[in-house]
């Protein structure tokens, strides 16, 4: 008789225990942050100016013949033999680099072109926030564009987006859907102010993005991004699950290794069907485990710095120009494709135009940002592997756009980790870490392909 009870009463507290783990696995968990104060010294009584101005990128003599004087001052240092871009990047191609940026690139050319859409300064929690707004010019009848936030990474700017931006706001195909696009510069990136304090991480720039996005009167809307991108639009997604329909991004290396992934990197090898590999999964995760290990080590030495001591480094890349194109723009060659690193150019205008490398690189110089856009790593890595956002997973729909040269590949199991609602996953045909500005055509229409699915949805 005891016995049956006690049994009774284990079964009930299993079966309990059991409906109360699905529940609470089924509740969205939501990323709590406060506000903050990033500008010089202490708030202001009163409330903030939350006036919107526009913003025209401009250019003058003094800063052109600065910047050719120290280019003209650059001394050089020769690269070892048939080295190519394996010791970084290569002094013959930096000087051919150099020389087209002194003598044939034309910035005042490039800054009309920057200006081609237009640009807003907005203060929020002390410190300017420049964005793009670019409304499409006609929304066919009957139908409203959707609004879309596009976040960059390092060492991008929101320039990475020229390509993708009209293929949104215009598409040529009357079946698409048509955007209306934010691009904002991540506070110390480009033409937005740099946090005066201590501590600005992603969480921080996420909740800076949804006040902005109020700001600008969308109570929803879509977000994308890459590299540091993905991890803002991720925690803008976390914090406000209820104000993010869609979430779209291209890189998203697993930031808290579970069981399953564990699991899937000691026996995914051998039972590949179990963990849903395929064979590209197979090629990029499992090549020599000593490989892996020594291709790591070998391409994160600017993140330990930048994680460590950003300030140090970055002075020089902020005095010179040479050192900043160097710095910037080998990271545009080797996470291209990583075969560039054996080419005597590093392949760098196979993908791109060196006038939009050269417009990405001024961005950098003309606005001073080199430093700010590095402690970015230290804020980001200074709060432990385990930040709170890195245990909480995400609800909202998800689409993810798998290019075959991204620098870390994530197989479909491992983002199904993170992402509990992940609706879209594509295998893309070509591309590599910046492949919004590489193959803005393949990205447009995979955002337009995910749109689709998360509005049918919404729907029905
Ligand atoms: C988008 O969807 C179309 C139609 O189903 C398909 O042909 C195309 O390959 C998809 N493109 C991408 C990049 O996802």
Not at 238 to 247: A, C, I, K, N, T
Request: hydrophobic share 40%; with cysteine.
């Amino acid at each position: 008789m005891m016995a049956i009870m006690l049994t009774e009463v284990l079964v009930a507290l299993l079966v309990g225990g059991l409906l109360y783990f699905l529940v609470q696995r089924s509740r969205t968990q939501v990323l709590r942050t406060e506000d903050g104060w990033w500008g010089a010294g202490a708030p202001p009584d009163g409330g903030e100016d939350i006036t919107i101005r526009p913003f025209t990128v401009s250019t003058s003599a003094e800063e052109l013949e600065d910047l050719y004087r120290r280019i003209d001052q650059t001394r050089p240092v020769p690269s070892l033999e048939d080295s190519h871009f394996t010791y970084g990047f290569n002094s013959q191609c930096l000087h051919t680099v150099l020389s087209y940026w002194r003598n044939g690139f034309d910035w005042r050319r490039q800054v009309d072109r920057l200006n081609q859409y237009p640009h807003f300064k907005t203060t929020i929690e002390g410190i300017d926030i420049h964005y793009l707004h670019v409304k499409p010019k006609t929304v066919p009848e009957g139908s409203t564009a959707l609004p879309l936030i596009m976040v960059h990474g390092w060492p991008g700017s929101f320039y990475e987006f020229y390509g993708l931006i009209p293929l949104l706001t215009e598409p040529s195909d009357p079946s698409h859907l048509v955007f209306e696009v934010v691009c904002p510069s991540i506070p110390g990136y480009g033409f937005s102010e740099a946090p005066h304090k201590k501590g600005f991480d992603s969480v921080c720039a996420a909740h800076i993005f949804h006040k902005l996005m109020k700001r600008l009167g969308f109570q929803q809307f879509y977000a994308h991004g890459g590299d540091w991108g993905w991890l803002v639009t991720t925690n803008m997604a976390q914090l406000e699950p209820r104000s993010v329909r869609g979430l779209h991004v291209n890189f998203a290396p697993p930031s808290n290794p579970g069981l399953p992934i564990t699991l899937s990197i000691m026996l995914g090898r051998r039972f590949p069907k179990l963990f849903g590999f395929t064979d590209l999964d197979i090629e990029r995760l499992f090549p020599c485990m000593e490989k892996l290990v020594v291709e790591s080590i070998k391409e994160s030495g600017y993140m330990h710095i930048q994680a460590t001591k950003p300030d140090t480094v970055g002075r020089g890349l902020n005095d010179s120009p040479a050192g900043l194109a160097a710095y910037i723009l080998e990271k545009f060659s080797t996470w291209t494709s990583r075969d560039f690193r054996d080419l005597e150019d590093g392949g760098l205008t196979r993908k791109f135009s060196l006038d939009d490398l050269l417009t990405n690189v001024m961005i950098y110089w003309t606005s001073g940002c080199i430093v700010s856009s590095m402690r970015f790593y230290k804020e980001n890595f200074g709060k432990g592997l385990y930040a709170p956002h890195s245990k909480i997973p995400v609800d909202v729909p998800t689409g993810f756009a798998c290019f075959p040269n991204e620098l870390m590949h994530t197989p479909k199991l491992w983002l199904k980790q993170k992402y509990r609602n992940l609706v879209a996953f594509t295998p893309m045909a070509r591309g590599g870490h910046f492949a919004a500005m590489e193959e803005p055509q393949l990205m447009a229409e995979d955002i337009q392909n995910f749109t689709k699915i998360v509005e049918k949805h919404r729907a029905v």
